[in-house]
């Protein structure tokens, strides 16, 4: 199941915060495209071993998760970003009960490597930093991940 939708003004606030934490000045885009300054700047903080603020990081995490759902609809992989979501998305044998077959999960900085590029499922995989089980648990047809307001 999708994650609540995200509002773009609870976005812009974290985003404004986060931004203010990093001494730039406020994001003044437009509200469209809130999501992908979020995005880029969360992803930015932790290329370079930075800890963002967490309403941003939610933000962002939420956000690519929400257009995998879009990219990929479904209800038979699991994608787990834990603390901050978990969404159902592929097409195939729908999951109801107790663990799903197909589960994938990472950290928030490893979600935001290879939704937007900067690694790939391979070397996620290959380092260690994704848990993935099941036939159809291999995201790497949808990544890297572009979304309309980027």
Not at 50 to 61: F, H, K, N
Not at 72 to 93: F, H, L
Not at 94 to 114: F, I, K, Q, S
Request: aromatic content about 4%; overall charge neutral; hydrophobic content about 40%.
């Amino acid at each position: 199941m999708p994650p609540r939708r995200l509002d773009a003004g609870q976005v812009r606030a974290a985003l404004d915060k986060q931004l203010g934490t990093l001494g730039r000045p406020p994001y003044d885009g437009p509200l469209g495209g809130v999501f992908g300054a979020c995005v880029a700047v969360v992803a930015e903080l932790y290329r370079h071993g930075g800890v963002p603020e967490r309403d941003a990081a939610r933000s962002a995490v939420r956000h690519l998760l929400e257009t995998l759902v879009t990219a990929a609809p479904g209800r038979s992989v699991e994608v787990r970003v834990p603390p901050y979501a978990a969404v159902q998305c592929v097409e195939g044998p729908r999951h109801t009960r107790g663990t799903p077959p197909n589960v994938v999960e990472m950290d928030p900085p490893t979600w935001l490597a290879l939704a937007t590029g900067t690694t790939t499922w391979a070397e996620a995989v290959a380092d260690g930093r994704i848990s993935a089980s099941g036939p159809r648990a291999d995201l790497s047809p949808y990544l890297p991940i572009t979304t309309a307001n980027d």
